[in-house]
């Protein structure tokens, strides 16, 4: 994952309004889960949706990646940050509301880990609760067959970085990224390969009612992947 890119994880995805997409997610959870209080953030990298979230909830944050952690401490140091990986973090107390954004639960690669994630984080929602998934592409709609360029232009920072979209194997898709970084210092050069499972819309539709929970999708939220959500019972089993 993000091994070797993690000092440059904000300046890579410049482009990202997150004041927008908080906006949105308070919007849905205040029509669906009117008075939560409580949010946890699954994967919350550098913690820049938490940094907006903060203003609506009392927010907390976990990543399996310390460097991204490091960040995130260091931008909001008030808010609790957890290192923990999204299959079986055990946080022992419940929130009225789980995130994981940004396709982070395409990490997980195989539809048994993504019943897993999905049901672990289902499990620190209070009863009522409420989960909400960003989804990364369907098996139907990733792209093959093309390559792909971003780029920063800070005054101390150049970046480009790029990667081509081979078709994946076992619905698992590898992209080696390769970036080339300059700052006044010099200039350097690295690669990272990220693994993502392709899922299926009926696939995760299974893996919230697995987890006990009414589903809901809208296509179109958020940066563009859709989002899904659920609503725990308010008698947990």
Same mark, same amino acid.
């Given at each position: 994952?993000?091994?070797?890119?993690?000092?440059?994880?904000?300046?890579?995805?410049?482009?990202k309004?997150?004041?927008?997409?908080?906006? %949105? @997610?308070?919007?849905?959870? %205040?029509?669906?889960?009117?008075?939560?209080?409580?949010?946890?953030?699954?994967? /919350?990298?550098?913690?820049?949706?938490?940094?907006y @979230?903060r203003?609506?909830?009392?927010v907390? +944050?976990?990543? @399996?990646?310390?460097?991204?952690?490091?960040?995130?401490?260091?931008? /909001?140091?008030?808010?609790?940050?957890?290192?923990?990986?999204?299959?079986?973090?055990?946080?022992?107390?419940?929130?009225?509301?789980?995130? /994981?954004?940004?396709?982070?639960?395409?990490?997980?690669?195989?539809?048994?880990?993504?019943?897993?994630? =999905?049901?672990?984080?289902?499990?620190?929602?209070?009863?009522?609760?409420?989960?909400?998934?960003?989804?990364?592409?369907?098996?139907?709609?990733?792209?093959?067959?093309?390559?792909?360029?971003?780029? =920063?232009? %800070?005054?101390?920072?150049?970046?480009?970085?790029?990667?081509?979209?081979?078709?994946?194997?076992?619905?698992?898709?590898? =992209?080696?990224i390769?970036?080339?970084?300059?700052?006044?210092?010099? =200039?350097? %050069?690295?690669?990272?390969?990220?693994?993502?499972?392709?899922?299926?819309?009926?696939?995760?539709?299974?893996?919230?009612?697995?987890?006990?929970?009414?589903? $809901? $999708?809208?296509?179109?939220? @958020?940066?563009?992947? +859709?989002?899904?959500?659920?609503?725990?019972s308010?008698?947990?089993?």
């Amino acid at each position: 994952m993000f091994t070797k890119s993690a000092r440059f994880y904000d300046a890579l995805y410049h482009f990202k309004d997150y004041a927008k997409a908080a906006r %949105q @997610l308070h919007q849905l959870i %205040q029509r669906d889960k009117p008075g939560a209080r409580t949010l946890l953030d699954v994967a /919350c990298a550098t913690g820049k949706h938490l940094e907006y @979230l903060r203003e609506y909830y009392d927010v907390e +944050g976990l990543d @399996l990646n310390p460097e991204l952690l490091e960040i995130a401490r260091k931008r /909001c140091p008030e808010i609790p940050f957890h290192s923990g990986n999204m299959l079986d973090f055990k946080l022992g107390y419940e929130f009225d509301v789980v995130t /994981c954004l940004f396709s982070s639960i395409a990490y997980v690669k195989t539809v048994e880990n993504l019943n897993k994630a =999905v049901a672990n984080m289902a499990s620190h929602l209070e009863p009522g609760g409420m989960l909400i998934i960003e989804p990364f592409l369907w098996p139907e709609n990733y792209w093959t067959g093309t390559i792909t360029a971003n780029f =920063v232009d %800070q005054p101390q920072l150049k970046i480009a970085w790029m990667y081509t979209s081979e078709p994946p194997k076992d619905r698992i898709a590898a =992209v080696d990224i390769h970036y080339l970084v300059g700052t006044p210092e010099g =200039v350097d %050069q690295f690669n990272e390969l990220h693994e993502f499972g392709l899922f299926t819309h009926h696939e995760y539709l299974s893996a919230f009612r697995k987890a006990g929970m009414d589903v $809901h $999708h809208d296509p179109e939220s @958020l940066f563009k992947r +859709g989002v899904y959500w659920g609503v725990m019972s308010k008698s947990k089993m």
